[in-house]
């Protein structure tokens, strides 16, 4: 590469601007597909007459996939590079819309339940692709200022999402079991159809953007870089893994319990804004409430965006976490409008965690960063394992209670940001 020192030194502003641009659209689809499931659980917990653990299945599967897939995702990023990755998590994330279809034509839960876990492997290819490929397009000292940034757009699909989901797909009220034994079979087949349809268009519409925005990339050029050229200064590249980096390991453990304590609010609070002690209101309502919450995290990461490149990430996230686990242990312990818009607020707060945490833990591997990305998406397990845990207390100590869970996660992210992302300590793996 000629005149690298020249180009970069003549423009102070980001010469992958563009670049950085397009894959905005990327966070953003991404963020209004994953909260479409804080919609879904509800529907599809009614629709099969489901308990809580049953329904937290819906991220059980979805974010399982980022377990199971992001750790080949990253070794398949290497070899077919960024932008071939982006194509292929686009057009597999778009089949796994299409699974809807039939899913919601034969009324089956399992269905439902594969279609979730392929589209969130085509979505877990994309974030093993995209969020490096954003950190290294520029300076590394503002990379978590800019992972901020487009993670304010994921947060815009987020806060989209809810408010969309909730006029489709919860449009049509859901009737009780005893209700449906009520209905003669052309009642039965006319109301299935009904709720069937209220999943299967929006998800048309979002395979269909899918297999655009794959066209769209396949079409444009992208900036190649190799990972090898995130190496930071002064950094000597002497291990042999991204598992010997002790801050990316700690990195993974915060990614596990900030995805697993986020949506595992998520995905109660149209079942906990619904409670007669807090809001009482019906699914339709609550569902339009959701955006609130994503929407803070939505307004933080804009903010953040420019306050992160003044102040050092590990305390910003230290504050982020202790304010976030106030705010639920408020609403586990009070009622009504104070414990629902405590809980909402939580979103704010949430804002700068994911690409903090990021940002800090693939800092410094150089080479292993493609390595580094997989095991921190890996990480978003989290998401698939916590709300089925608080699923579980939710059906024994109640809805409220269970939100301890979530406290428990922002402890260890305050400890990370505290202290856990020092770069100066290094495992030291057998062998």
């Known amino acids: 590469m000629t005149n690298t020192t020249d180009t970069t030194n003549s423009s102070d502003q980001n010469p992958y601007l563009g670049s950085l641009t397009l894959l905005t659209s990327l966070f953003f689809i991404w963020g209004f597909i994953t909260c479409l499931n804080d919609i879904l659980i509800p529907h599809l917990k009614a629709v099969f007459t489901l308990n809580y653990t049953q329904a937290m299945l819906v991220q059980f599967c979805f974010f399982t996939a980022y377990f199971v897939v992001s750790v080949p995702s990253g070794y398949l990023v290497k070899k077919i590079d960024y932008k071939g990755g982006i194509i292929t998590g686009l057009a597999i994330a778009g089949v796994g819309c299409l699974l809807f279809y039939p899913a919601a034509s034969l009324h089956s839960y399992p269905l439902f339940l594969a279609a979730f876990f392929v589209l969130a492997s085509g979505i877990t290819l994309l974030q093993v692709a995209a969020n490096p490929y954003v950190t290294i397009l520029g300076k590394p000292e503002t990379a978590s200022s800019r992972l901020t940034l487009?993670?304010?757009?994921?947060?815009?699909?987020?806060?989209?999402?809810?408010?969309?989901?909730?006029?489709?797909?919860?449009?049509?009220?859901?009737?009780?079991?005893?209700?449906?034994?009520?209905?003669?079979?052309?009642?039965?087949?006319?109301?299935?159809?009904?709720?069937?349809a209220a999943v299967q268009i929006p998800y048309l519409l979002l395979a269909a953007a899918l297999f655009f925005m794959a066209v769209v990339f396949a079409l444009i050029k992208l900036p190649k870089i190799e990972a090898t050229e995130a190496q930071v200064s002064g950094v000597d590249d002497i291990h042999g893994s991204a598992w010997s980096y002790r801050h990316l390991v700690l990195g993974a453990i915060g990614i596990f319990v900030y995805v697993g304590g986020e949506v595992s609010i998520g995905s109660f609070l149209i079942n906990f804004l619904g409670e007669p002690s807090i809001a009482g209101l019906a699914e339709r309502d609550a569902g339009k409430y959701v955006s609130f919450y994503w929407g803070g995290a939505m307004i933080g990461r804009f903010i953040g965006a420019g306050v992160m490149q003044k102040i050092q990430p590990g305390k910003a996230l230290t504050v982020s976490a202790v304010t976030a686990a106030l705010l639920v242990l408020m609403t586990i312990f009070s009622n009504g409008q104070v414990a629902m818009w405590t809980i909402l607020s939580v979103g704010l707060f949430n804002s700068i965690m994911f690409p903090t945490i990021f940002s800090l833990a693939v800092s410094g591997l150089g080479k292993h960063t493609g390595q580094g990305s997989g095991i921190l998406c890996a990480a978003i397990v989290g998401g698939a394992i916590l709300p089925v845990v608080q699923g579980l207390f939710a059906d024994r100590i109640g809805i409220q209670q269970a939100f301890f869970i979530p406290v428990l996660c922002y402890g260890y992210i305050a400890y990370y940001g505290w202290r856990g992302c020092k770069y100066s300590a290094v495992l030291r793996l057998p062998g």
Do not use: H, M, R, W
Not at 150 to 156: I, R
Not at 169 to 185: F, W
């Open 150 to 196: 487009t993670q304010a757009f994921n947060s815009l699909g987020t806060t989209i999402a809810p408010y969309l989901g909730a006029l489709f797909i919860l449009a049509t009220a859901v009737k009780t079991a005893d209700e449906i034994q009520l209905l003669n079979a052309d009642q039965l087949s006319v109301y299935q159809a009904a709720q069937a």
